[in-house]
């Protein structure tokens, strides 16, 4: 089944894969996400985004109501299981995301296509900034699957990928800064606008 109602994101992939594993209720899918450290590949800082997806893929006949049990005192608890429709998908969205790269728009590249509208000193700041963050966060990365270090590594390849990205950015963001502050790559308004001008007007590029 495919279709709008079943367009493939992260969360949804995952929970697909969870409960392929057995039938389960949200709550014991977003403990599963938390004890096996999958918020690094998933977003589910909105409280309500696992009901939502999973209302998507009911939705979508990729799952289907276990039973629903209410306990006194307690709120209603449904458990969910996968349908074969819901395993075929998950096979053909595991291989399609594994062969083709997807289109996808990260906010850096904008902010970097758009350097002539501050100051070289300014970008300089603010990337300095951005590589303290960054080895912060390859830090915080190192401890927070230090836990797990038993794992084969099997199940641990997408936290070696995550930290693969991250040391190439701070890679390409040490060049940039060496560039920058040795002014082999540095612009003016002035430069800037006479650039624009030249452009619009078919002149020599200034120097």
């Known amino acids: 089944m495919t ?5 493939r994101s992260p969360l949804a992939m995952l929970l697909l894969a969870l409960l392929a594993e057995s039938p389960m209720h949200p709550y014991r899918m977003q403990q599963l996400i938390k004890e096996r450290n999958k918020e690094n590949v998933v977003n589910i800082a909105q409280r309500n985004s696992i009901y939502q997806t999973i209302d998507r893929l009911l939705r979508a006949g990729l799952i289907a109501v ?4 209410r306990q006194e005192h307690r709120p209603e608890k449904t458990t969910y ?10 096979q053909v969205w595991l ?4 062969a083709e790269p997807a289109r996808e728009f990260p906010i850096l590249p904008v902010a970097l296509s758009l350097l002539p509208l501050v100051t070289p000193a300014d970008v300089i700041a603010s990337l300095e900034q951005r590589t303290r963050t960054l080895k912060a966060v390859l830090t915080a990365h190192a401890e927070g699957i230090a836990p ?9 390849i997408e936290d070696e990928y995550q930290v693969a990205m991250l040391r190439a950015e701070l890679a390409f963001l040490r060049r940039l800064l060496k560039d920058l502050r040795s002014g082999e790559l540095t612009w003016s308004r002035e430069w800037v606008q006479q650039y624009v001008a030249s452009q619009a007007h078919g002149a020599p590029t200034p120097k």
């Open 3 to 7: 279709g709008p109602a079943t367009r």
């Open 95 to 98: 291989q399609t995301t594994l």
């Open 81 to 90: 299981e996968l349908t074969p429709d819901g395993q075929a998908t998950l």
């Open 148 to 156: 797990f270090g038993f794992l084969p590594r099997l199940f641990l």
């Open 66 to 69: 276990g039973e629903t049990t």
